[in-house]
C-alpha cells in the first residue's frame, strides 16, 4: 500500500499541579484555543477541549506520525507558558508531571465529546482524582496511587 492512514482517537487528561485551582472561567476559553492551535501543529487536531479549575480533557485525532508523549508535553510546555503572559495570578501556574491517555473508538466519539463538554456540571458531583481514577479502571489501566499525583 503507498499510503499510510490512521484514525487514532485519544482522550487526554491532566490537571495543573497538585491541581491547584488556577484556570479561572475567564481565561478557559481562550486557554482552549491556544491548546487547540498547538495541537493542530502537531498534526494531532482537537475535536474539543474543556478546561475546568484545576484540569483539562482534550479529545483529538493523534497524528500518524507523533507520539502521544511528544505531542502532550508540546502542549502542555507552550500553554503553560503562555498562561503565565496572562497576569501576575498565573506566574506559578505548572501542570502536572503526568497525564492519561485513553483510546476512543468511532462509535464513542459522540459520547466522549458529551463528557468532555459537560466536565463544570459533572465534576459539582466528583473532584478531578476520583474522575481520573475512574478513567483508569474504566480503561483497565493498574496504577499505583503513590506515583498519580504530584
Request: charged share 25%; hydrophobic share 35%; with cysteine.
Amino acid at each position: 500500500m503507498p499510503q499510510s492512514l490512521a484514525n487514532v482517537l485519544i482522550h487526554i487528561a491532566f490537571s495543573t499541579k497538585r491541581r491547584r485551582t488556577f484556570l479561572t472561567k475567564d481565561v478557559r476559553p481562550e486557554l482552549a484555543s491556544y491548546m487547540a492551535a498547538v495541537m493542530k501543529t502537531c498534526e494531532s487536531p482537537a475535536l474539543i477541549i474543556e478546561c475546568v479549575e484545576d484540569h483539562a480533557h482534550i479529545l483529538c485525532s493523534l497524528s500518524r506520525t507523533r507520539a502521544i508523549s511528544e505531542v502532550i508535553q508540546k502542549v502542555k510546555k507552550r500553554s503553560s507558558k503562555w498562561i503565565k503572559t496572562k497576569g501576575s495570578s498565573f506566574q506559578d501556574f505548572q501542570w502536572q508531571a503526568g497525564y492519561g491517555a485513553f483510546s476512543v473508538s468511532q462509535s464513542r466519539v459522540a459520547a466522549v465529546r458529551d463528557y468532555i463538554a459537560t466536565q463544570e456540571k459533572h465534576h459539582r458531583r466528583m473532584t478531578f482524582q476520583e474522575e481520573f481514577r475512574r478513567l483508569l479502571q474504566k480503561n483497565g489501566i493498574e496504577y499505583d496511587e503513590r506515583y498519580v499525583w504530584d
